[in-house]
């Protein structure tokens, strides 16, 4: 049976695969996430770049109407008051033509006086601003700090939704006294005509915007445009600032931050699976061959092991042949009489029995067994003749010899 490697040596190729492979998912997971931020941080750019054209154009527009405003104030603040005639032709002069959404209003004190154009605006003639609790905060304002201001967006009295672009006037007072209020210039801006455009190149840009400030209080004011969800949802913001208030704009891609950049981080998200499965596939197959090489060697060592403790088995056993051999053998030896000897040519020894040595009348361990002890012992006559012809059987000459 092929004895298994042991825990430590089957389990830790298992471990480090395992190991390298968390690793892998772990560097994974962080790439993903500085991708998924890098996405972000992108969108977000160019969100805010696309945002900012759009608060560059609202600011030009609610700028614009209320500069149209102004020559009429000068020109009221310079003469004291004005006429119908005078405000019509003023007001047809700024507008150009064309209302393009806009209306010219003048109030004297608080009450709407005037009104251009006069189609479908009479009604706006006798409203007081004092008595509407929508307007006439924001108109409070703007008197008590001699400024322009912005109300809105607000419900017209003829119908509608609009943006109201106050600018104050001040007359001085024909005693000498401090200069008196004389009422507003309004340019009254449809909703639709402001926000139009922004819903508009929204969908084109496939954004989601909203706008909070009601009465130009920014951030502090209430939703005039949009879902206020959308600033619940990390938006990118920029403020609109205007001389008489300002607008907080936020967008965010269509769908949220979660649809940002899907189908680039799909991608991304697939290369990096795809990496973390070859790390998988390498680690764990270099495991598993580093476990079969283990198991094969421990089997491959077994069987040595085996063969080798077969083999000693068998040497010993041939030694104890040999052993008993030799013991016979010198038994026999001893047993009879007959003078043996037996020279190795090659390493020069020989064997002499016992008898060998008493027959000719010496001790066995009285010589040293080798080839010169068998010349030495033969008589000085013979040696020659015994040299010639042992020399002669070593060189094949001869096969048997009697002497």
């Known amino acids: 049976m092929v004895r298994p490697p042991t825990s430590l040596a089957r389990h830790v190729s298992l471990i480090v695969a395992s190991v390298v492979t968390l690793l892998a998912l772990a560097g994974g997971m962080a790439v993903d996430h500085l991708e998924k931020q890098r996405l972000y941080a992108s969108a977000r750019n160019d969100i805010s770049a696309q945002l900012d054209i759009l608060r560059t154009r609202l600011e030009t527009e609610l700028t614009e109407s209320l500069l149209l405003s102004r020559g009429v104030a000068a020109y009221i603040t310079a003469q004291g008051d004005i006429t119908q005639t005078v405000f019509n032709k003023m007001a047809a ?4 033509g064309s209302a393009n959404g806009r209306i010219f209003t003048l109030t004297r004190g608080t009450i709407i006086t005037m009104v251009y154009p006069p189609e479908n605006n009479q009604s706006a003639i006798g409203f007081d601003l004092h008595t509407n609790h929508e307007m006439w905060p924001s108109a409070e304002r703007s008197i008590q700090a001699r ?16 943006i109201i672009l106050r600018n104050p006037i001040f007359v001085s007072d024909p005693n000498g006294a401090e200069e008196k209020f004389f009422g507003f210039v309004n340019v009254v801006v449809g909703v639709d005509n402001i926000f139009g455009n ?16 009601r009465d130009g209080l920014g951030a502090r004011g209430d939703i005039i445009f949009g879902s206020e969800a959308i600033f619940t949802q990390s938006p990118v913001l920029t403020e609109v600032s205007l001389s008489y208030g300002t607008f907080l704009m936020a967008a965010l891609g269509k769908g949220g931050w979660d649809s940002v950049g899907r ?32 198991s094969d060697e421990d089997a491959i060592r077994q069987k040595l092991e085996v063969e080798v ?10 030694l104890l042949v040999i052993r008993q051999s030799e013991e016979r053998f010198f ?13 190795n040519i090659i390493t020069d020894s020989a064997y002499f029995s016992p008898a060998y040595f008493r027959m000719l009348g010496y001790e066995p361990e009285e010589f040293t067994h080798n080839a010169n002890t068998w010349i030495n012992l033969v008589h000085p006559d013979d040696r020659a003749i015994v040299s010639s012809v042992a020399q002669e059987c070593i060189s094949n000459l001869k096969n048997n010899v009697f002497l």
Do not use: H
């Not at 109300?151 to 609009?162: D, F």
């Not at 998988?280 to 476990?291: E, H, I, K």
């Open 93 to 96: 002069a700024l507008l150009g």
């Open 263 to 294: 189908e680039k981080l799909l991608l991304s998200r697939m290369l990096s699976a795809a990496l973390i499965l070859l790390v998988a596939l390498a680690t764990f197959g270099l495991a598993f061959y580093q476990w079969r090489r283990r």
């Open 147 to 162: 400024s322009p201001g912005l109300c809105g967006p607000v419900t017209l009295v003829q119908g509608g939704s609009a």
């Open 331 to 343: 038994l026999a030896m001893e047993a009879c009489n007959d003078g043996l000897w037996d020279w």
């Open 309 to 318: 403790a077969k083999r000693t088995y068998e040497l010993e056993e041939s």
């Open 198 to 213: 922004i819903r508009r190149e929204a969908e084109r840009l496939n954004l989601d915007i909203a706008i909070r400030g």
